[in-house]
């Protein structure tokens, strides 16, 4: 399932963005962004930016051949997706030495507390989209385009 495996490599690049950060806090040591302006700049999230890509390419697959409910449910795991990456971001930037406060902190909030309940939304949106996607994929009443490819490379 190339959907899946997209998903799971943001998944993958965004915890490895969350270690990395942790740690240049948990140590103070802000090398990783030596010259960064925004997060952009940084090469742990243009990791997050590339699987973020990588799972668009994939959603049009879904889109154009998947059933209804798994489309949908493809297109909410993608904006939780981007909900991820909006507060990631926010994160990275709040750490480059000498940043602006990021705006939008709700009182007693803070990025770190956004980006994991950010990530445990991108779970449970991933487990709904699989069982979503195993009940069209073994129901022989869901008529699918391409033999049942969809969600394959």
């Known amino acids: 399932m190339a959907y899946l495996g997209a998903c799971d490599a943001f998944v993958g690049a965004v915890d490895e963005c969350v270690l ?8 103070d040591d802000f090398s990783l962004y030596d010259g960064a ?42 904006s939780d997706v981007r909900a991820a990456c909006h507060d990631l971001a926010h994160l990275a930037n709040a750490l480059i030495p000498n940043a602006p406060t990021p705006p939008d902190l709700e009182p007693l909030d803070d990025w770190w507390s956004k980006v994991e309940r950010a990530k445990d939304r991108l779970s449970a949106s991933r487990s709904a989209f699989v069982a979503l996607a195993h009940a069209a994929l073994t129901d022989p009443n869901v008529s699918i385009p391409c033999d049942r490819t969809f969600m394959h490379g």
């Open 37 to 78: 302006v925004e997060c952009v700049d940084v090469a742990v999230y243009r990791t997050v930016e590339i699987r973020d890509g990588e799972l668009d390419h994939q959603l049009g697959r879904i889109l154009m051949l998947g059933p209804v409910e798994v489309s949908e449910q493809a297109n909410s795991l993608r």
């Open 20 to 27: 990395a950060l942790g740690t240049a806090e948990a140590t």
